[in-house]
């Protein structure tokens, strides 16, 4: 077995990291410092965004995913190499997406669903098949997570559903890749779209560029991805809060409050999913969409609140007092 598949240790555990998930991580971090200085100097505007915007939302992105991969990669204890493999498969899929995004800022044209060229299509075919890859290759580095217990029951559980809901994002992008019947009847140059209901390139939340008009499907999908880091960190704040409250203090407990977090995660994927679908602003819910959400955090809260109530230390009872007495 390679050094590169040792388990880590101590402070040489940099030395054991996956190296392509890394190397991806720097060239983004320089792809964003880049992107950040073109902003400031190239004032061309594509769909409604400054045309940089769009390579440093995605290099941000692609470095935290990346970043983590690797350190979760580094914990395993079993799957190491299928894992590793997995790793650089995510790493180069990613890495040739954004070059093929770079290329077409360069270019002057959006990358995305773009077959207005041969040239164009070709590139957009070119990432189709490599978001494929990536998807496949990071349910097979999910899968490893499952193989690979740790101690803490919370930890394993908060990892692993984090896994799950990113790749259960990571899906939902396939629904922008369906062109409409509209897009097909006007000759198929643009096959899919961000935004539901709208062309993309409207009004859109700043930076993010999100639908203030129309529904927008990047939303459940960017949140979905992000699930990785987002379920792991509400578990570092469990356990911090563990620290003042004795319920939390239970590994049970702590497990508890992770599943109910993790199901309304996945609801409120659900709950964007169907709003985007039918064409709503993310910023301009409807009565039916609010009353999901209200019932979601009722149900989280409930929940919880019963958790809680069933790991609190209980008081022990007092002992019964004996008596003695004689018949009069």
Do not use: C
């Not at 770079?102 to 299509?121: A, K």
């Not at 899968?143 to 994002?169: H, K, N, Q, T, Y």
């Not at 019932?295 to 409930?302: G, K, N, Y």
């Amino acid at each position: 077995m390679t050094t590169a598949h040792r388990p880590a240790a101590g402070r040489l555990a940099f030395l054991y990291r996956h190296r392509p998930l890394l190397l991806l991580a720097a060239a983004m971090a320089l792809l964003t410092v880049f992107g950040i200085g073109a902003l400031i100097v190239d004032d061309r505007v594509l769909t409604g965004l400054p045309i940089w915007a769009k390579a440093v939302k995605f290099a941000l992105s692609t470095l935290i995913y990346a970043v983590t991969w690797a350190w979760l990669i580094d914990q395993l204890t079993a799957w190491r190499r299928v894992a590793w493999w997995a790793g650089a498969v995510v790493a180069v899929g990613l890495g040739i997406e954004l070059i093929i995004i770079v290329i077409q800022i360069v270019r002057g044209t959006t990358s995305h669903f773009n077959y207005t060229t041969p040239l164009n299509g070709a590139l957009w075919n070119a990432m189709g098949s490599t978001i494929v890859a990536v998807w496949l290759a990071t349910v097979l580095a999910a899968a490893a997570l499952f193989r690979s217990p740790a101690r803490d029951r919370a930890r394993d559980f908060a990892i692993r559903s984090g896994a799950v809901l990113s790749v259960l994002g990571a899906a939902l992008g396939m629904l922008m890749t369906m062109p409409s019947k509209a897009q097909l009847d006007s000759g198929g140059t643009i096959r899919g779209a961000h935004t539901v209901g709208l062309a993309d390139g409207g009004p859109g939340l700043p930076l993010l560029g999100w639908s203030t008009v129309g529904g927008d499907l990047r939303i459940p999908h960017f949140l979905g991805m992000h699930a990785l880091q987002v379920i792991p960190l509400v578990l570092l704040a469990v356990e911090r809060a563990a620290r003042r409250f004795p319920a939390l203090r239970a590994t049970s407990a702590r497990r508890g409050v992770m599943v109910v977090m993790s199901v309304a995660y996945a609801a409120v994927l659900a709950v964007l999913t169907w709003q985007a679908l039918r064409g709503q602003s993310v910023v301009h819910p409807d009565a039916l969409t609010l009353l999901a959400f209200g019932v979601i955090a009722l149900a989280a809260t409930t929940s919880i609140v019963s958790v809680l109530r069933g790991a609190a230390p209980r008081k022990p009872a007092a002992p019964a007092v004996a008596t003695t007495g004689g018949v009069r």
